[in-house]
C-alpha cells in the first residue's frame, strides 16, 4: 500500500486500548462459544433513511451478544459488525465521460481506521476495494440498467466497526489487511444494507438481494465436522466458508464467494449459505416496509404517517 | 381509484389484483415490468394503485425523486443560458432541462424575454425521454397563449415532495372539496391575497404581498407535507398561524 502522505497518521496498532487484569482471571481468556443453534442467526438492526441528505441510505447492525460471564470486564468477547450504506443516484455522468446506455454503477467500501483492532489507513487498500468489486457483483445482477441511460449511482458503504477473524486470545498469524474469515460476513452484511439502500432510493431492481454466509467449522473436541450459520469467527475454528447474495423470487445467485478446502461439500454448503441469506431476507423486508410506513404510503390522505420512534418489532428469521 | 396494497421490489402481481379491461389492454404506470405473455412484476417499493375506468395500474413509490413526464407543469429554476436555449434545473444533481429562448408566448428574434440565471420560470414539460436531454416551453405550443406559464416575478420557492405536489394539482370533485386532501391553499385564501404555482418537480412559488404572509404559506404547506395532517388537523393549523396576523 501506497504511504498516506498528505496527512499525519496515528501511531500504527492496536485498536484496543490495553487492559490490565489479576492473573488467574480466567474467566477473560475464555474464546468465546456459540450459544445458537448450527442454523440459527444472529439478531440483525437494519434500518433505512439514515442519512437525509442522501438519495437513499440504510444501517445496519448486529447488536454485541450479552455477556455470559458477571464480572462485566470491558473487554468484548467478540467484535460486532456496524454497517452504513449510502446511495446517491441515479445522476448524469460528467459531460466528458464516455456514452452508456445503462446505469453505471459505482461501489465503495472502506473501513473505517478505527474498525478493525489493527488500525487501518485512510485510503483504500487492495481487500477494501476487492470487497467493492465483490458487491458490484452482486449488486449489478439486480438493478435494471436500462432505464437510466448516460447516468451513473454511487453506493457508498463503510463499515464503522467489522468482524475480526480470529479470537483476539490466539496469537494472530498475519496481518488483518488480508482477506480473512471475517471478511466474509462483512461482505454478507454490505450486501444487504447495500440492498437496503437502494431500495430506499427508488432505483429499479429485479428483486431483494440479500447476503448469507455459511461454515465448514471443525470441533477441535469430538474431531468432527459441520456446517454452520453465520459464522462468528472468534467462536469457531474455520475450515471453509463462502459467501452468496440471493435473489428469493427469482432463485437466482448473482454473486458467491468460497474460501478454504471443503472438498465435495461445495454444493451443500452453497445450499446453507442460501438459507441464510433467506432469512437476512426477512429482515430486509421488515426494514423495507418500516421504511415505507415513515413515508405514508401505506396510509388514505386523511391519516398521517406513523413516526418511526421507539423500537420496531423483533422479526422472526425463518427460510 | 380504489385498493392499495405495499409491495416490494420484484413481487408479481397476482391476476386478480389487476382491474378488468374491455379490450384486454392495461395501462402500466411507473414502477412496473411486464414480463410476456402474462406476468407484472413490480421494480420499486410502494402501494399498488389500480384505476378501473381507465384499466391502468401503477406504484406511487414515496421516493421524492421527481421523474419528467410529458404534460406536466414544473416551477424551474435558470441556471444557465446559451445560444438559443436557457438551461434550467428541475430538480437538484439531475441533468438541465432545455428552455428555448422564443418558447416564450409572443417572442421573435426581435422580443425575447430577458432571463437572468437564478430567475423563475412555470413551464410545461414538452418532450422527456430517457435518451434525451428534458425539454420544457413556457406557452401552449397549438395555441400560442401563455396559459398562466412564464417568468415567476417576486415570491419564494418552498421544497416539497413530488407526492404532495400531485395531491396539490388533483382538483376537485363535484362537492367541491379537494381530492387530494389539502385545503390549505383554499383556507388561507379567503383571508389572505397571494398567488402560487405548483411545479410537479417538488416546488411551489408563494407571492404574498408581503413577507409574513409569504412565509406563513409556505410554512403551512411544508408542514402539511412533512406530518401529514388531516383536513381537521390542517384546519387547526390555518387558525392558529392565522390568528397572530389578523
Known amino acids: 500500500m501506497q504511504a498516506d502522505r498528505r496527512r499525519i497518521n496515528a501511531p500504527a496498532g492496536g485498536t484496543a486500548a490495553p487492559v490490565f487484569t489479576f492473573t488467574g482471571n480466567e474467566d477473560l481468556l475464555q474464546r468465546p462459544t456459540r450459544t445458537r443453534k448450527a442454523d440459527e442467526h444472529r439478531k440483525i438492526f437494519l434500518r433505512t433513511k439514515v442519512v437525509p441528505s442522501a438519495s437513499g441510505s440504510a444501517y445496519y447492525e448486529i447488536p454485541p451478544a450479552k455477556s455470559t460471564s458477571s464480572n462485566g470486564n470491558l473487554v468484548p468477547a467478540a467484535s460486532n459488525l456496524k454497517i452504513t450504506c449510502t446511495v446517491h443516484g441515479p445522476r448524469p455522468l460528467p459531460r466528458n465521460a464516455a456514452f452508456s446506455p445503462n446505469l453505471l454503477l459505482s461501489t465503495h467500501v472502506k473501513f473505517a481506521p478505527f474498525a478493525t483492532r489493527q488500525r487501518r489507513g485512510y485510503i483504500r487498500d487492495a481487500s477494501e476495494r476487492d470487497l467493492g468489486v465483490h458487491l458490484e457483483t452482486a449488486l449489478r445482477g439486480v438493478i435494471i440498467g436500462e432505464r437510466w441511460p448516460k447516468s451513473g449511482c454511487e453506493v457508498v458503504i463503510t463499515v464503522l466497526e467489522g468482524e475480526e477473524d480470529g479470537w483476539w486470545g490466539d496469537q494472530q498469524q498475519g496481518s488483518e489487511k488480508s482477506g480473512g474469515w471475517g471478511m466474509m460476513s462483512v461482505l454478507a452484511g454490505c450486501i444487504t444494507v447495500a440492498s437496503a439502500a437502494l431500495i430506499d432510493a427508488g432505483i429499479d431492481c429485479v428483486d431483494m438481494v440479500s447476503g448469507g454466509t455459511a461454515a465448514l467449522v471443525r470441533n477441535p473436541e469430538s474431531k468432527t465436522e459441520e456446517v454452520v450459520l453465520d459464522p462468528s469467527p472468534p467462536e469457531h475454528e474455520i475450515k471453509a466458508a463462502c459467501v452468496v447474495a440471493y435473489l428469493q423470487s427469482r432463485d437466482e445467485i448473482t454473486e458467491m464467494w468460497m474460501k478454504g478446502e471443503v472438498g465435495e461439500g461445495t454444493e451443500f454448503l452453497t445450499d446453507q449459505a442460501v438459507k441464510s441469506a433467506m432469512m437476512t431476507r426477512t429482515v430486509l423486508v421488515e426494514a423495507v416496509k418500516e421504511g415505507l410506513e415513515v413515508e405514508g404510503a401505506v396510509e388514505s390522505f386523511n391519516g398521517a404517517p406513523k413516526a418511526a420512534k421507539g423500537k420496531g418489532k423483533d422479526v422472526d428469521m425463518t427460510d | ?246
Open chain 2, 1 to 246: 381509484m380504489a385498493t392499495t396494497s405495499v409491495l416490494l421490489p420484484g413481487e408479481q402481481i397476482p391476476p386478480s389484483d389487476l382491474p378488468p379491461t374491455k379490450k384486454g389492454t392495461l395501462t402500466l404506470g411507473p414502477n412496473l415490468r411486464h414480463l410476456p405473455p402474462s406476468t407484472i412484476l413490480t421494480t420499486t417499493s410502494g402501494s399498488l394503485h389500480t384505476d378501473p375506468k381507465k384499466a391502468a395500474l401503477w406504484i406511487d413509490a414515496p421516493h421524492g425523486r421527481y421523474q419528467p413526464s410529458v404534460g406536466d407543469l414544473v416551477v424551474a429554476q435558470i441556471h444557465h443560458g446559451s445560444t438559443d436555449t436557457y438551461h434550467c434545473a428541475l430538480t437538484p444533481h439531475t441533468a438541465y432541462a432545455l428552455l428555448g429562448q422564443l418558447a416564450f408566448e409572443g417572442a421573435n428574434k426581435k422580443t425575447r424575454p430577458k432571463l437572468e440565471s437564478g430567475d423563475l420560470v412555470y413551464a410545461r414539460v414538452k418532450t422527456a425521454s430517457k435518451w434525451e436531454d428534458v425539454e420544457i416551453e413556457c406557452f401552449n405550443s397549438s395555441t400560442g397563449k401563455a396559459d398562466g406559464l412564464g417568468p415567476l416575478k417576486g415570491g419564494m420557492v418552498f421544497n416539497i415532495s413530488p407526492a404532495f405536489a400531485r395531491r396539490l394539482m388533483m382538483g376537485t370533485d363535484k362537492e367541491g372539496r379537494s381530492k387530494g386532501g389539502v385545503v390549505v391553499l383554499e383556507e388561507v385564501g379567503e383571508k389572505v391575497k397571494f398567488e402560487v404555482a405548483v411545479g410537479r418537480n417538488g416546488r411551489v412559488w408563494v407571492d404574498s404581498g408581503n413577507v409574513a404572509a409569504t412565509l406563513v404559506v409556505g410554512r403551512l404547506l411544508m408542514g402539511c407535507d412533512e406530518k401529514g395532517w388531516s383536513v381537521e388537523e390542517q384546519r387547526r393549523e390555518i387558525e392558529t398561524c392565522l390568528r397572530p396576523m389578523f
